[in-house]
């Protein structure tokens, strides 16, 4: 089984619709990231949460709401979808080893793709 | 937060060495320097990870110079399943306050028979 999920893997929507896109992971971590990919560019930064208590706004929050119900999941919310918000989704776990020799590897899921119409 | 810069194409033969490089002028003391791997409709992963000086994996080398204003990913004797777009991070000190990463739009790399 894949150690990090997400559902649904893909979802067309309607403008002005709440969906939820849901990330489960099974490496034990304590960080989670949400990121977005647009067609040709990069990922950006959405949401991250270091702990279960913990979230923190990425560069591109606006729109977006997230829930880290427990250390294993973590989802996102787009309150009210508008179609620039049509794109690839990417939930990703680490588990920085801080200090002298410090290394974070992200372990990235498989992807939603979501469209707005 | 660093901007990095990276050619956003190149074209290798199979078999050769691939050098990358990410060009990051305004990193920062505690900054590290960290390269993906993204295939098409696929979660980036992870290649390589470094501070300074040289680092060596199983998949690739990274080389970082003393002023650390630039990186190198130097793949070895590419093969056509190495065809895939490879994005340079500078991830910030998680500790430091604000943590942002941002991936750029990356290098495509295509690999010829």
């Known amino acids: 089984d894949a150690d990090v999920t997400q559902t649904p893997r893909n979802r067309i929507t309607k403008t002005g619709k709440r969906i939820m896109l849901e990330c489960s992971q099974t490496?034990?971590?304590?960080?989670m990231y949400w990121y977005r990919q647009d067609p040709g560019l990069g990922l950006r930064l959405i949401y991250y949460?270091?702990?279960?208590?913990?979230?923190n706004k990425g560069e591109i929050s606006d729109g977006y709401s997230v829930s880290r119900q427990a250390q294993a999941k973590f989802s996102l919310s787009l309150e009210s979808a508008i179609p620039n918000q049509t794109a690839l989704y990417f939930c990703?776990?680490?588990?920085?080893?801080?200090?002298?020799?410090?290394?974070?590897?992200?372990?990235f899921g498989p992807g939603t793709r979501l469209t707005v119409l | 937060l660093a901007k990095t810069t990276q050619p956003i194409s190149m074209d290798s033969y199979e078999g050769q060495e691939v050098n990358i490089t990410c060009s990051h002028n305004?990193?920062?003391?505690?900054?590290?320097i960290t390269w993906y791997q993204q295939f098409p409709s696929q979660g980036p992963r992870f290649i390589i990870q470094?501070?300074?000086t040289k680092v060596t994996n199983e998949v690739a080398s990274l080389f970082i110079p003393a002023d650390r204003k630039s990186s190198t990913l130097s793949l070895p004797r590419v093969s056509l399943s190495d065809t895939a777009v490879y994005y340079c991070?500078?991830?910030?000190?998680?500790?430091?306050?604000?943590?942002?990463?941002?991936f750029g739009k990356g290098t495509k790399l295509s690999v010829i028979p």
């Open positions: 990703a776990t680490s588990d920085e080893q801080s200090g002298e020799g410090r290394y974070n590897e992200q372990f």
């Open positions: 490496k034990g971590h304590d960080r």
């Open positions: 949460s270091f702990d279960v208590k913990d979230i």
């Open positions: 305004n990193i920062a003391t505690n900054d590290y």
């Open positions: 470094g501070y300074k």
């Open positions: 991070l500078v991830e910030p000190d998680s500790g430091a306050g604000s943590y942002q990463l941002t």
